[in-house]
């Protein structure tokens, strides 16, 4: 049973910064593809980026050019480095393996002034 567990949210100014981690425990995760999702307040959860075993990325239109996913397979981890934040960037941040239905509690990510 793979349960992520998100962290590294916040409160950050409009054009900060934040890095996001999600451990994922068993066995399969050097092997699985890892995407990071948000839901923002009234919206639908939306795919934010993902990254293969093999390190390929995609990244949402949105995320481009400013967001940044990574994996350390040592540590069963998978981070969201996000720069040049905005304010439509506020969501609640949750991670995922690709092929699970196991879903963690998320990280809050509030860009505000």
């Known amino acids: 049973q793979v349960q992520p567990v998100e962290s590294g949210g916040g409160l950050v100014q409009p054009g900060g910064s934040l890095r996001l981690s999600c451990a994922a425990s068993?066995?399969?995760?050097?092997?699985?593809?890892m995407g990071w999702y948000r839901r923002a307040p009234g919206k639908q959860l939306e795919l934010v980026a993902h990254?293969?075993?093999?390190?390929?990325?995609y990244y949402a239109d949105t995320a481009k050019g400013r967001f940044t996913i990574s994996r350390d397979d040592a540590k069963n981890t998978v981070y969201l480095q996000m720069d040049r934040l905005k304010p439509e960037d506020t969501a609640v941040y949750y991670c995922?393996?690709?092929?699970?239905?196991?879903w963690g509690q998320g990280t809050q990510v509030t860009v505000s002034s």
């Open positions: 990254i293969t075993s093999l390190g390929s990325t």
């Open positions: 995922n393996m690709y092929g699970t239905t196991s």
């Open positions: 068993g066995s399969m995760f050097s092997v699985s593809t």
